[in-house]
């Protein structure tokens, strides 16, 4: 039986990153797959978040430009 020192047991195991499956043994696509609804469920969220977040910032930009009325090009 192998006994452990006190340096085996400061250093952590390093873990290499493997190309296995979850625990669970399903792919990432599989997930997807399987949760398709869920993400199509989130479009419309992320695309109200989108638009009256960063939409608006269209209208302070364009409210700082310089404008000038009486120059008018015909």
């Known amino acids: 039986m192998a006994s452990i020192t006190r340096n085996d047991a400061a250093t952590p195991a ?3 990153p493997d190309r296995r499956p979850a625990a669970n043994g399903m ?3 599989t997930r ?3 949760d398709r609804t869920l993400l199509v469920m989130t479009v419309p969220a992320l695309v109200l978040l989108i638009v009256f977040t960063y939409a608006p910032m269209i209208g302070s ?4 430009q310089f404008y000038d009325v009486s120059c008018r090009t015909t």
């Open 14 to 16: 390093r873990r290499r």
């Open 27 to 29: 792919s990432r696509r």
């Open 32 to 34: 997807l797959r399987r």
């Open 61 to 64: 930009v364009m409210a700082f």
